[in-house]
Nanobody, 115 residues
């Protein structure tokens, strides 16, 4: 059974930075395109950024130029570097496959952007 563990969230002021990590166990991580998702207080879970098996990336318009997704297959870990954070980035961030068929969701990591 695949287990996803997200970490790195916290409280940050507008304009600040955070680096999220997602570690996957129980699977051959390098075989899968992965993605970060986020869910705000009243929103559905939306795709934030994705990274393919060859490192190709995609970003939602709302985070383009501010967030950077990366992966380390040797560590079965994916990262999300978030810079120039804004209050509208406040959400619980989750990771999973970038695919219609996904693994069980982890607990996520809360990112709060507030002055």
């Amino acid at each position: 059974q695949v287990q996803l563990v997200e970490s790195g969230g916290g409280l940050v002021q507008p304009g600040g930075s955070l680096r999220l990590s997602c570690t996957a166990s129980g699977t051959v991580f390098r075989r899968y395109a992965m993605a970060w998702y986020r869910q705000g207080p009243v929103n559905q879970r939306d795709l934030v950024a994705s990274i393919g098996t060859e490192g190709e990336t995609y970003y939602a318009d709302s985070v383009k130029g501010r967030f950077t997704i990366s992966r380390d297959n040797a560590k079965s870990t994916m990262y999300l570097q978030m810079d120039s954070l804004q209050p509208e980035d406040t959400a619980v961030y989750y990771c999973n496959k970038n695919h219609w068929s996904q693994w069980d969701w982890g607990k996520g990591t809360l990112v709060s952007v507030s002055s």
